[in-house]
């Protein structure tokens, strides 16, 4: 009966302090008052979500460390691409969620400052100090302008635009590991605690939980899209439809937060099956660029040169069904005759992997760098 939560507050007041809560919106409106408290409630949300990304790069390092050595093949368009070590995968995923918690801090500038006194669009008569209750409030100061303050909801569109992305990071990993878990990778399992069975066929694990973050993110796509929408028409300055603007931002928040707790879940449940990462390596001729590559250091010869013979030593030994080590020197010769026994010994997949030393390559030594860089960061 009382409209809206403001009035509820101050009606109860009227019955907990008698007429002085008739000031209650001296110098304020229900407009400011709302942002004010969105803005303090989004803080304290921010900050539980970079607790948990926390949470899931600890856990993402911890598994990096444990598979510094452990070779798997690194992908492109879903086709073996090169070797590479499953830890500089899980650095991968922990560079996702470094960003995702450095937007969440960036987006921190604008929810500190502060609404409160601009009222319903034009300010106050009153004399009020708005640097005071910014203090007080724990802002850092108070915005410039009442129209904008009312109408902007920018800061509510880069936090729903910030849980889209971090949900896009959870879901592409996701997406991953669903492949990873299947019958013809075979490259992961799952704890008995995360997979759900079949309703008829009692031998099924099925990678439910992965599934679900997959499926969330769509949610998250859906709150930031129906906000900008909402946004997108308005005039300046508050109107009504603004109002939509908590249970998105609630929903959101609340999605995410279970989707960081399930994921985190998940890194801890994941057992690899490093044979089978170890034995995908070898198929492909993962190691033909690294054939190529000492071509060109080797024989002081250029890459496209030595891009070609790779290519006609690949098509050899699909012919002989041999890896690219198992061919003789005798038998590369035939394509090339300066190829020798040192050009051959550098496509074995160790060796590939530990000569990609450039920063940011994929060598045993650079992923310790990595991971102790980023155990002082967090």
Known sequence: SKEDIHMNIE??????????????????????????????WMKDSVNEIDK???????????????NIKTIMPGFTHLKNAQPISLAHYFMSCVEMFHRDKKRFRDSLKSLNENPLGVCALSGTSFKIDRWYTTKKLGFSYPTNNSIDTVSDRDFVLDFLYNISICSMHISRISEELIIWNSDQFNFIKLKDSLVTGSSIMPQKKNPDTLEFLRGKTGISYGSLFSMLTIVKGLPLSY??????????????FDTLKNCLLIFDEILKGLVINKSEMFKAAKKGYTTATDLADNMVKNLNINFRESYKITSKIVNLAEKLNLS???????????????????????????????????????????IKKMINKYKKDI
């Open 11 to 40: 009606s109860r007041l009227f019955e907990l302090i008698g007429d002085d809560a008739g000031f209650l919106h001296t110098a304020r409106s229900r407009n400011d008052q709302v942002l004010t408290d969105l803005k303090i």
């Open 52 to 66: 948990l990304l926390i949470r899931i790069i600890k856990n993402l390092l911890n598994n990096a460390q444990k």
């Open 239 to 252: 109107f009504k439809d603004l109002q939509d603007d908590k249970e998105l931002v609630f929903k959101s």
């Open 324 to 366: 690219l080590e198992n061919l003789t020197v005798e038998q590369v010769k035939s394509i090339d005759k300066r190829l020798n026994n040192e050009i051959l010994e550098k496509t074995k997949l160790e060796n590939s992997v530990n000569s990609k030393k450039s920063y940011g390559g994929t060598s045993f030594e650079n």
